[in-house]
């Protein structure tokens, strides 16, 4: 597969495993103890049994510049990885690339391929986060296809998979293009995890920014029910007594 042209300067060498000798540079056993507990590692948790090696995400964003270039083959090889910030590398250098000028349609269907056969090794919300909306969301968007596929992540057992049905919408949301927002946020107003009651929250406020109007009437519709953080997150840039009437809603039901 042919790399992604960018204007960054290319490396002398692209191999995955390249990538992952200039990772370990900065690899800190203090830095990695923080980020098990910020990612929630422990049994039981959300983020249980991932491995760091305690890079700064800033750093692995630079890191990622370099490497803007890499064939899809070497980083899908990157996303095989068991630790979190070669995987975190990995979907920087796909989101990077998306955002590239000279983009075909073509490479982004690639790069859209690549998230969705991937999508067991994207399991934590920052890796989501990074390129579900240019990635998955651009894709579709860009090419017209229908968007089926984010509805039946919507409703996969995999949260990471829900994660990205919602947060794919982002990238619709900037182009103005909010139904299918909404749509998807009724799929997962139940959903039992508290990082999807975020993440729809999150997505529903943006889209309000969009249509003030539509998202009051959805809230008019669910307020009382949502989960409470989903709430909140929606109502956020709400000013202070239209924030108190949906809180007020939701203790009434």
């Given at each position: 597969?042919?790399?992604?042209?960018?204007?960054?300067?290319?490396?002398?060498?692209?191999?995955?495993?390249?990538?992952?000798?200039?990772?370990?540079?900065?690899?800190?056993?203090?830095?990695a103890m923080k980020q098990m507990r910020y990612f929630k590692t422990?049994?039981?948790?959300?983020?249980?049994?991932?491995?760091?090696?305690?890079?700064?995400?800033?750093?692995?964003?630079?890191?990622?510049?370099?490497?803007?270039?890499?064939?899809?083959?070497?980083?899908?090889?990157?996303?095989?990885?068991?630790?979190?910030?070669?995987?975190?590398?990995?979907?920087?250098?796909?989101?990077?690339?998306?955002?590239?000028?000279?983009?075909?349609?073509?490479?982004?269907?690639?790069?859209?391929?690549?998230?969705?056969?991937?999508?067991?090794?994207?399991?934590?919300?920052?890796?989501?986060?990074?390129?579900?909306?240019?990635?998955?969301?651009?894709?579709?968007?860009?090419?017209?296809?229908?968007?089926?596929?984010?509805?039946?992540?919507?409703?996969?057992?995999?949260?990471?998979?829900?994660?990205?049905?919602?947060?794919?919408?982002?990238?619709?949301?900037?182009?103005?293009d909010i139904e299918d927002t909404f749509r998807i946020a009724e799929?997962?107003?139940?959903?039992?995890?508290?990082?999807?009651?975020?993440?729809?929250?999150?997505?529903?406020?943006?889209?309000?920014?969009?249509?003030?109007?539509?998202?009051?009437?959805?809230?008019?519709?669910?307020?009382?029910?949502?989960?409470?953080?989903?709430?909140?997150?929606?109502?956020?840039?709400?000013?202070?007594?239209?924030?108190?009437?949906?809180?007020?809603?939701?203790?009434?039901?």
């Amino acid at each position: 597969m042919a790399a992604i042209e960018s204007i960054k300067e290319k490396p002398m060498n692209l191999a995955a495993g390249h990538f992952i000798e200039h990772i370990e540079k900065y690899r800190s056993p203090v830095e990695a103890m923080k980020q098990m507990r910020y990612f929630k590692t422990g049994e039981g948790q959300y983020g249980e049994g991932d491995v760091f090696m305690g890079v700064r995400m800033g750093q692995i964003f630079e890191m990622a510049k370099a490497y803007i270039h890499m064939p899809l083959e070497e980083i899908e090889l990157l996303l095989q990885s068991p630790i979190h910030e070669i995987r975190t590398g990995a979907l920087s250098i796909v989101d990077k690339q998306s955002r590239s000028k000279k983009i075909t349609l073509d490479q982004r269907k690639l790069l859209y391929e690549l998230y969705l056969r991937n999508t067991h090794r994207i399991n934590n919300w920052d890796l989501v986060d990074i390129c579900a909306p240019r990635v998955v969301g651009g894709y579709l968007y860009v090419s017209g296809e229908p968007r089926d596929v984010l509805y039946n992540l919507a409703v996969s057992e995999n949260i990471w998979e829900r994660r990205t049905a919602i947060v794919a919408t982002g990238y619709f949301i900037r182009k103005g293009d909010i139904e299918d927002t909404f749509r998807i946020a009724e799929l997962l107003l139940n959903d039992r995890e508290d990082l999807i009651h975020k993440a729809t929250g999150w997505m529903l406020r943006s889209a309000g920014q969009v249509n003030r109007p539509q998202l009051q009437k959805f809230l008019d519709k669910y307020a009382a029910t949502m989960p409470r953080t989903l709430l909140r997150y929606s109502i956020e840039h709400f000013d202070k007594p239209l924030r108190s009437h949906y809180m007020g809603l939701k203790r009434a039901g």
